[in-house]
């Protein structure tokens, strides 16, 4: 049912909807020199949303919206206020680029970010909180790249893509985790069980570790692939196979697994034996997880050799030599 606080939640988010359909609709019966005013269409905009929301859109005690997906409270109003201000600034500075300044498109990516802020800000579920991300960076691609005429922009915008593509991800594979560990999206159902017990914070970490530990080797065999390219140009130049490459690569992987597991094993025997004399009823070696912890970090440090690997024996010689 559509109530007035469900109204008051989602204020701001219509009030900035209004204004991008506003500046959709406005801005091309708009004259060339004057299309720079879209800027002080969407900064007024906004500051009159502020207003308005100031005056009628204010929580009270706290509570839920939307099937529990935002939060209605003082914390997340602040920050809605906060980012409309800083998009109403930003559009003000737009106007005075002459390349984005007088484009509309611009100003209505702008906004299609900042309502994924205000998403963000009030989202209390993980998959609010998901999409609220993704609407915010989105148009934040378009935007760095919006300059298509500027290599630099280009560039900015194609590296930021790849970038945020990889890392969004990275954050939905650890969000499906958490709803594996504790069954519920729900960013304050889990603080509670966080508070109880119900879900070990040891574990969760445990889990961060392993996954920070596979991107970072997978890091490192990158680096190394790149930094001996040339030597692997002249290797294949001279009649090396690539399944010889493949090993090469695979080879310096495992020295550095084994290297891992020759400090991290005693180290993680000495930390549990230490956690044991220091916590309450806190068991410092369990040999099954013990076991299985080193196994599954052995695969993924594996796998992610593995990739790099691959890449390193699809290097064109030529163009290897080339680099040097």
């Keep these: 049912m559509f109530t007035s606080t469900m109204f008051a939640s989602i204020l701001p988010e219509i009030l900035i909807l209004v204004l991008g359909m506003l500046v959709l609709i406005i801005e091309p019966f708009w004259k060339e020199e004057q299309r720079r005013n879209v800027g002080w269409l969407t900064a007024g905009g906004l500051f009159a949303a502020m207003l308005i929301s100031l005056f009628l859109g204010q929580p009270g005690a706290p509570s839920t919206a939307l099937g529990g997906m935002i939060r209605f409270d003082w914390l997340g109003f602040f920050f809605k206020q ?51 991300i993704e609407t915010t960076s989105i148009p934040l691609y378009i935007l760095a790249g919006f300059m298509l005429g500027d290599d630099k922009s280009t560039e900015a915008g194609f590296k ?72 692997i140009g002249i290797r294949m130049a001279l009649g090396a196979a690539r399944s010889g490459v493949v090993t090469l690569v695979l080879r310096s992987a495992l020295w550095q697994i084994l290297i891992g597991l020759a400090f991290g094993i005693p180290a993680a025997l000495f930390t549990g034996h230490l956690m044991t004399s220091l916590l309450f009823k806190v068991s410092g070696y369990d040999p099954l997880a013990f076991s299985g912890a080193i196994l599954l970090l052995a695969l993924c440090a594996a796998v992610a050799g593995f990739i790099p690997a691959r890449r390193a024996a699809s290097i064109d010689p030529i163009r290897a030599l080339r680099m040097e």
């Design 82 to 132: 906060l980012f409309m201000f800083a998009g109403a600034t930003t559009a003000l500075l737009l106007m005075d680029n002459e390349k984005v300044g007088r484009r509309g498109e611009a100003y209505l990516l702008l906004l299609a970010s900042l309502l994924g802020m205000n998403l963000m800000a009030s989202a209390s579920d993980l998959i609010m909180l998901y999409l609220a």
């Design 160 to 231: 930021y893509l790849l970038f945020g593509t990889f890392t969004s991800t990275i954050m939905l594979y650890g969000f499906s985790l958490i709803f594996g560990f504790t069954g519920t999206t729900d960013l304050y159902r889990l603080t509670e069980m966080l508070r109880s017990g119900s879900v070990s914070p040891l574990s969760a970490f445990g889990i961060l570790a392993l996954i920070l530990a596979s991107v970072g080797l997978y890091g490192v065999m990158s680096y190394f692939v790149v930094q001996r390219t040339s030597e």
